[in-house]
């Protein structure tokens, strides 16, 4: 397979309780290596699906050249039934 050195990152979340900041409550990142080297990207707001339901996305972040794609989403600040962020479906493309 090729080797990557850009990566794009989509992901569909649901605030159950509460409003996540984008990239301060929830954080998206990447890599090619395997997880030695993580690109976190600056998610945008690319539209709804539904109520409280929002779809984030970053493209051609740079990532460290490799091989072995694997992604990672983070969340924080998260308060039982003040703020809560649900994660329901994630896609990862890259290319070299």
Request: hydrophobic share 35%; glycine share 10%; proline share 0%.
């Amino acid at each position: 397979s090729a080797t990557a050195t850009k990566a794009d990152l989509i992901m569909l979340m649901e605030n159950g309780a509460g409003t996540a900041s984008i990239n301060v409550d929830i954080k998206g990142y990447v890599t090619a290596n395997g997880g030695t080297n993580w690109t976190e990207g600056t998610l945008v707001d690319e539209g709804t699906w539904g109520t409280n339901k929002k779809i984030y996305a970053f493209h051609d972040a740079t990532v460290t050249s490799g091989t072995d794609m694997r992604y990672k989403i983070t969340t924080h600040n998260q308060v039982a039934s003040s703020k809560e962020t649900k994660i329901h479906a994630v896609s990862i493309g890259w290319k070299a």
